[in-house]
């Protein structure tokens, strides 16, 4: 196996779930707009107008940037999840007997299922600006330069479920759907954690999107008058935990899903 030979598997299973997602993409865009819209639009703009006065800074802009966060990592993961799928028409089966390895088989669908959600961001970026939010061009730049991360995570936990669940896609999408609705209110994407105590506390530091939505906001309000209102922790503790969260799923998940393959 050649470097040269990895790379290309990584793009070329890359370019296929990309050209999966275009050849859908009525569907697609569709719901990569809908769940921004309902989240961000709906959900997000009833929680500022009853919560957000008083706190000291943009309610809605601190929203926003989990959102970005939540949202990408639940599509990302739910893309990946299109292995389980793939294993039921056989079509991982013949991957995976290719002279590659099967880590770059993984890989190639988590760089794929990560520039596939970047739809779901910027419709979640658009969305926000639509109805009012806050943002500079400069803020843009600064979520991009973190999303790479939040994908990571994403797709990671993707190849955990596909491992888990591989004999079931709609069981595989649904426990997508049941780990990340939690998620999203225990990682404070949608509602502010800093003054959690007892179990609520506890559940908030065990969820792993905490620590990626804290880094986009680390990063964004680095330096801002409220960084210490919004921010848990340093953005290098995010990084950390985060990284070694996802290579950890990465591993257990691309374990699991060649071992089921091997049972088959």
């Not at 990895?6 to 769940?35: G, H, L, P, Q, Y």
């Not at 770059?104 to 299922?113: D, F, L, P, R, Y």
């Not at 888990?164 to 939690?182: D, H, L």
């Not at 209102?229 to 799923?249: E, K």
């Amino acid at each position: 196996m050649s470097l040269s030979n990895e790379f290309n598997a990584v793009a070329a299973i890359c370019a296929r779930d990309i050209t999966r997602f275009f050849r859908d993409w009525k569907s697609n865009i569709f719901m990569s707009i809908f769940f921004p819209a309902v989240f961000l639009g709906m959900l997000g703009s009833a929680i500022g107008q009853n919560m957000g006065a008083g706190l000291g800074y943009d309610f809605m802009q601190f929203v926003l940037l989990g959102m970005v966060a939540g949202l990408a990592i639940m599509f990302s993961a739910n893309t990946v999840t299109g292995l389980v799928e793939e294993r039921e028409t056989g079509f991982t089966q013949e991957i995976f007997v290719s002279p590659v390895s099967r880590y770059s088989i993984i890989i190639g669908k988590m760089v794929g299922s990560s520039i596939i959600s970047m739809v779901a961001v910027a419709a979640t970026i658009l969305i926000g600006i639509a109805i009012g939010i806050n943002i500079s061009l400069d803020g843009v730049g600064l979520i991009l330069l973190v999303i790479p991360v939040v994908f990571l995570l994403g797709s990671a936990f993707g190849v955990l479920v596909s491992g888990i669940f591989s004999s079931s896609p709609k069981t595989a999408g649904q426990a997508v759907m049941m780990f990340m609705f939690p998620q999203l209110f225990l990682s404070g994407a949608l509602i502010p954690v800093a003054s959690s105590t007892g179990v609520i506390d506890v559940l908030v530091h065990l969820m792993p999107a905490t620590y990626v939505v804290d880094l986009m906001r680390g990063v964004f309000y680095w330096g801002s008058p409220t960084y210490n209102q919004v921010v848990l922790y340093s953005p290098w503790i995010d990084l950390t935990v985060t990284v070694i969260i996802s290579l950890g799923l990465f591993v257990a998940g691309t374990y699991l899903f060649a071992r089921s393959e091997r049972n088959r």
